[in-house]
Structure formats: C-alpha cells, structure tokens
C-alpha cells in the first residue's frame, strides 16, 4: 500500500509556502488547482511561473453542474409553474439554464443564488468536492492519501481549533504543516526559494483566489472598484443571468449586510459603498487606494517604496 501525498495549490501566499516547505523536504506529491472560475487572471499567469520556478507540475480540475442545471430545468418546468411561479419567471430561467462552463457561474445558475457567508457553498462545491472526487478518491484505491493544507491558525479564530493532522478514515488524513506558521514565515520562505509572491498581492488583495471573494473586505472591495473595473463588470452580468434563474427574479452576489442600508444590493451599489466613510454616508477623501495615492498597496508590507 502506497501513500500519496496531495497539495492543494491556490497560488495564494500560503499554498505557495506549503509547496515550498514540501520541496524542502524531499517528500513525492502532486499538486493540485482547483479552478473555481472565478479567478483574476493573475492567478492563471502566477501558476506556470511557479511550474517554472520550482518545476512543480500543477494539475488543474474543475466542478461540472451540467447535470444540475439539466435537472433544474425540469425541475423549473413542473414544480415552479405547479407552486404558481409566473410565467414569465419560468420562461427566464429556462433561457439561461444551460451550463457555461464556468464552474462558479454554473454553481450559481443551479443553485438561483449565490454563495454567503451563512452559506458558504461556493468552497465545497467548487474546491473539496472537486479535488476529492478527481484526485483523493481514486489515489486512495491505491492506498492512503495525506491531503496537506496551507492554512494558518492565525487567520480566523475557527482556524485555530485546528490540528496539525485530522484523520478522515479510509486512510485519508488532512495534513497542515504550517498551521502555527505566521504571515512573516510565509514570505520568508518565498524569500528563501526567490519565488515572488503572486502580484495581487501588491494590488491590495488580502486573499489571493476568488476576484471578488464573498468575504472581502471594504478596503479590498475598494481596490478592486478601482483597479479592476472588467471583474466588477464580469460579476454585473452575473447577477443579470443567476438573477434570471432564480424564482425570486434577482439575485445579487453580495449578502445585504455588504450595503450601508442593509438592502439587497447589486454590484455596483456595493463598489460605490466601498469607496465611503462614516457608515457609507460620504465618500472618503483622503483613504483613497494606493493605486492613485503612490503609496505601498500590499496588506503585509511587500512593497519597497513605489507605486505599484
């Protein structure tokens, strides 16, 4: 019986230094990108440099709703118009229930929602689910399976009840090498290796994986209204087509807690929201982003004095 060690590899600062601390180490694995489809570009471009620095290979895989979707459409066709849903509702959803391909999208369509943080569906479905059904599943026929993880105690008090190993049974154990790691262990050993940390980074991005996470934060959201109008226009036609798969005919990709009057908001309300202060009541003059103040815009001081 064999044991296959598997990464899970984000291009974020902390899967980085995992894959790093595992070359160090001398151990066999493969590495792993779950594409959720929701992904800055800079992440695609940020993983062959990595293949290419460390000649690591990377593997990609990606959740397929095709059949949920395929599902709901019958689903959308006999129960809504059963439970009375009008017509013109139905008529919507069956004009966008076809699976795009895009996995976070796709997610979306099937599910007539979004993701929140009190249903935070989008990590299992488009993260665990696909690693464990393409890669875990299949390496454990031939044996046992270390699945590491680059999280971090310090990075959410619900990270901190973890331990270093967790055994699954069925000989899968959930390994975490750098829990008790802090963020300064992390760049050093970029450092170390001369692996530059992914540039988002440097754009004012605290987390590095979904462009916008549902959990970014208001600096952050800021930033991106800021730096990378074409996201926030991805995300505006989002909302139209997930909104039109709904029953409820709408659907906006931030919970309403996100907006100042705590209502139900679309994108671009949010995007405004962010760039004010004192409650969302004016528009902030002198906290402008990085960007255009020439100042540092890494959260963890990368920057060396420029603009970015």
Request: hydrophobic share 40%; charged share 20%.
């Amino acid at each position: 019986m064999s044991n296959t060690n598997i990464l899970s590899i984000s291009g974020g600062k902390d899967s980085t230094a995992m894959l790093l601390l595992a070359l160090e180490r001398g151990v066999a694995f493969r590495a792993v990108f779950a594409d959720t489809g929701n992904e800055h570009q800079a992440v695609y471009d940020y993983l062959p440099y990595l293949e290419q620095q460390t000649g690591v290979k990377i593997e990609h895989v990606k959740a397929d709703f095709t059949a949920e979707i395929s599902r709901k459409r019958d689903y959308a066709q006999t129960v809504w118009q059963e439970e009375g849903i009008a017509a013109s509702i139905i008529a919507d959803a069956l004009s966008v229930l076809y699976p795009t391909g895009n996995p976070f999208l796709d997610l979306c369509l099937w599910k007539g929602r979004f993701p929140s943080r009190m249903a935070q569906f989008c990590t299992e479905e488009l993260k665990r689910n696909p690693v464990l059904e393409q890669v875990i599943l299949p390496a454990l026929e031939n044996g046992t399976v270390e699945s590491w993880q680059g999280v971090r105690a310090d990075e959410s008090a619900k990270r901190a009840k973890y331990t270093e190993r967790t055994d699954q049974g069925g000989g899968l154990t959930i390994y975490r090498p750098i829990l008790t790691w802090t963020v300064q262990d992390v760049f050093a050993i970029h450092r170390k290796h001369g692996i530059q940390p992914n540039p988002l980074y440097l754009q004012g991005m605290g987390r590095v994986g979904c462009m916008p996470c549902i959990n970014a934060g208001k600096a952050e959201l800021a930033e991106i209204a800021q730096r990378f109008p074409a996201e926030v226009a991805r995300i505006r036609e989002w909302e139209r087509l997930v909104g039109m798969a709904s029953k409820r005919g709408a659907s906006t990709f931030f919970a309403p807690d996100k907006d100042s009057q705590n209502h139900v908001a679309g994108i671009d309300t949010v995007m405004q929201w962010a760039k004010t202060e004192r409650g969302g009541k004016v528009y902030s003059l002198f906290s402008q982003p990085a960007m255009y103040t020439g100042g540092c815009a890494s959260a963890y001081g990368l920057c060396d004095g420029g603009t970015v």
